[in-house]
């Protein structure tokens, strides 16, 4: 067990690193986030690269990497401020995971070459972690199913050509492929406070009609078709998290070394060196969790417990990073013009992405109180 990156890995981080720093410095991504906006330059120059392809196998137009490439993009991206291609990825696990073989030669070549953008419509006003009041749902109806409900947070519902719904149907929840290009859908565009290049909406589906072929996996399984993306996808909300932290505390570091108080620069002082250390460390230990969860997943090995540790260390060092900014810096940070406020935002908006802490929590005892678990 190895998880030193390998010199093709290795070579990826720097080439994604380079491009997101580049990306990043756009003024147009200021833009973007005023406005909340999507960048669609961004996806097409991810997808000319082949990065938002990454998992998928080369006979679907994909680069056929594993978890640990796809981890090592939405780290480096994030850590730039770009929202990578984790929507993406989330639907392209989906089919890769139990779609039919026309459903992905339908989908997966223009998901990963960026042409076309992917959303999850899994939330709804009384349904969050917890699916049970979900309240969607679609009827069959001769060679269609119609479907009718409010999803909400759904980041770049609106952008997305494929939208993966999940809903009731007379044997239990099943998640559905929706055309952007099908009747009944209407939007209403959120204001969030973070993740603004990613927009958010409300999704209303009104006797939406869609084709009878469109369950992905089985009818009344749909929790089994969400555990198969969302056990992958946690490991890219963990690396994004992990991105943030190192881009805030590489700010907030480079501050108390240029800083001068009297003969000293800010780094000097001993208090100061014990946060940046203890934040280094528990950074490390996110990498280290996320990097062993991407790891088993690449050797087809169950990591349910991995994940979800990786995705609670991630959040939780995320948002300790993003607070003892302030610390380092003072009021350097308490200005819009500086990065440390979207750090802010975009942590608390990711802490809850694939399930809060509290629910990784939840997960973990679980698995840890299995009769079979061993320490």
Known sequence: MNF?????????????????????????????????????????????????????????????????????????????????????????????????????????????????????????????SSFQNIQTIAVKDGNEWVLNGLKVHINLGKEAQ??????????????????????????????????????????????????????????????????????????????????????????????????KVGENRVSDFQGIQWIIAKLTSELEAAKLARNQAAWLHDQKVNHNLETSIAKYLAGVVADEVVNKAFTLTGSHACYRNRPYDRYVREVKSLLAGGGSSEVMLNNVAREILRPSYHY
């Open 4 to 128: 030193y990156f390998t010199e093709e890995q290795n070579a990826l981080r720097d080439a994604v690193a380079a491009y997101s720093k580049i990306a990043g410095t756009d003024p147009q991504r200021d833009v973007e986030e005023r406005d909340s906006e999507f960048s669609w330059d961004v996806l097409h120059e991810l997808g000319e690269r082949g990065w938002t392809g990454v998992i998928v196998p080369e006979e679907y137009g994909g680069l056929g990497k594993g978890a640990m490439e796809y981890t090592i993009i939405m780290e480096e991206t994030a850590k730039e401020l770009i929202y990578g291609p984790q929507n993406l990825i989330q639907a392209q696990q989906g089919l890769l995971a139990v779609g039919t073989e026309e459903q992905k030669r339908k989908w997966l070549p223009e998901l990963a070459k960026g042409k076309i953008m992917a959303a999850q419509a899994i939330s709804e006003p009384d349904a969050g």
């Open 162 to 259: 494929l939208m993966m719904v999940l809903a009731k149907t007379d044997k239990g929840l099943t998640e559905f492929l929706v055309d952007r290009d099908s009747k009944g859908i209407r939007y209403e565009k959120q204001d969030p406070i973070g993740l603004r290049s990613a927009p958010m909406y409300d999704v209303h589906f009104e006797d939406c009609r869609i084709p009878a072929d469109s369950v992905l996996g089985r009818e009344g399984r749909g929790i089994e078709t969400f555990m198969a993306i969302f056990k992958l996808s946690r490991l890219g909300v963990a690396s994004q998290l992990i991105g943030i932290a190192r881009g805030c505390l590489d700010h907030a570091v480079s501050f108390t070394k240029s800083r």
